[in-house]
């Protein structure tokens, strides 16, 4: 692939994200890698890793999926968490490399509730409601077999999962975060709470679409109030699930109205919205619309980041035009070149994403990050 389009100036450009100065719209996505200590902690390993996006020209880095709390919320043996001190001090040294090379960086915090398969503190999963996790355990991070079908969350469980995210919030700020970002997507526990078929409550937290946005709604308030105006608040959010990839919302736009209206209410910062294709329309019965043009609609005071096959300057730069988007977030193609956003600048060639068939092993995943050390001709 070879890159020359002139909309890509877009990509350059910078972008005030609250308190946050990017020098330009490329977000590297979250993404999970299980290579932490078995406590949590993170390691040299993960401080390089990250810093190389940062070297490579990524304005802004999203972590991979971090646990907030020592109960239900860790999702994969080998995790990172923001559950303690220890964790904290950790996270010093990454935070602090991506800096120096004038990157920022948000900790995506991510409850597991029903996809969980893999805790040290606790056994057990805690979800909406006591209905299992479609398909089967993902085996690149050591799972196998069927989910373990969890148990419903009380309303004083709800209440400290809240807590949870606001404390770890403050432990990402003190750990040199740049703001945080609340894991709703992808089948994890708020996305449960957001999902009709997981979500059998009839409390206030369950029943409509609107009720079940109440989990987040409480979180990004409980999280703005412990970190104060002065620090990023980001959420993501899905259709698809890790257990259930070709899950669309049932009431489809008026759905996308309901979640977005709601989420632009709080005090959120940003809506990253993820799906197969960021630019491929989200619901194709109803109209041509993808899911940052509904967000970018519903929800216009908010930041929109976009993410999903946004594997070129050219796809890119749709997604930043007519898409809606004021920053895309590159995953698959970053793992294939950690300097994406200065290939597409300087119109380098670029190496193709790694495709799903590649997601086999954990030895893959340490792969992909040789694969984008290796020196790479230019076009
Ligand atoms: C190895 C791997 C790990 C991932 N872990 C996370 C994660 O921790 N949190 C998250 O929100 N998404 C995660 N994702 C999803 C990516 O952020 C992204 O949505 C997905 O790869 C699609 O974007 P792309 O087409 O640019 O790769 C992961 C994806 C991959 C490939």
Redesign the pocket.
């Known amino acids: 692939m070879s890159e020359t389009s002139a909309s890509e100036a877009t990509l350059n450009e910078p972008y005030g994200l609250r308190g946050l100065d990017l020098p330009n719209r490329a977000v590297l ?4 890698r299980i290579s932490a200590h078995g406590d949590g902690r993170a390691t040299e390993r993960m401080r390089d890793y990250y810093r190389s996006f940062a070297e490579g020209g990524f304005g802004l880095l999203v972590t ?2 971090i646990y907030p709390d020592a109960a239900h919320s860790q999702g994969y043996l080998d995790q990172p968490g923001l559950a303690t001190s220890a964790h904290v001090d950790s996270w010093l040294p990454v935070t602090a490399a991506v800096h120096e090379h004038g990157g920022s960086i948000i900790a ?1 915090l ?1 409850h597991a509730g029903p996809q969980g398969q893999g805790n040290p503190h606790v056994s057990g999963l805690r979800s909406a409601s006591a209905v299992r996790a479609r398909g089967e355990q993902a085996g690149m991070y050591r799972g196998s077999g069927p989910y373990e079908v969890p148990e419903a969350l009380n309303a004083e469980e709800i209440g400290e999962v809240i807590s949870s995210f606001a404390a770890a919030a403050v432990r990402a700020r003190d750990a040199g975060f740049d703001g945080v970002e609340i ?1 709703g ?2 089948g994890y526990l708020v996305d449960a709470f957001l999902t009709d078929y997981l979500n059998e409550r009839t409390d206030g937290y369950g029943g409509s679409p609107m009720a079940r946005t109440r989990l987040a709604r409480e979180i990004i308030e409980a999280v703005r109030a412990a970190v104060g105006n002065d620090f990023v608040v980001g959420i ?1 959010i899905s259709q698809g699930k890790v257990s259930d990839a070709t899950h669309r919302w049932s009431e489809g736009v008026a759905e996308a109205e309901t979640v977005f209206g709601a989420l632009a209410g709080t005090s959120v910062d940003y809506l990253h919205t ?1 799906e197969w294709k960021a630019n491929a329309p989200a619901f194709p019965d109803e109209d041509a619309r993808s899911l940052s043009q509904l967000a970018r609609e519903f929800a216009p005071g908010l930041s929109i980041v976009a ?5 070129t300057g050219a796809e890119a730069a749709e997604s930043l035009g007519a898409g809606g988007a004021d920053l895309v ?5 970053a ?1 294939a070149q950690h300097d994406w956003p200065q290939r597409v600048q300087q119109g380098r060639q670029l190496l193709d ?1 790694l495709t799903p068939s590649a ?1 086999g092993s954990l030895a893959t ?1 340490q792969d992909w990050e040789l694969r984008a050390s290796e020196p790479v001709p230019t076009s």
């Open positions: 996505a979250p993404m999970t991979e999926g995506q991510m894991h997507a992808n993501r993820t993410n999903g096959h946004l594997d977030a590159i995953g698959k193609a793992l994403p997601f995943i």
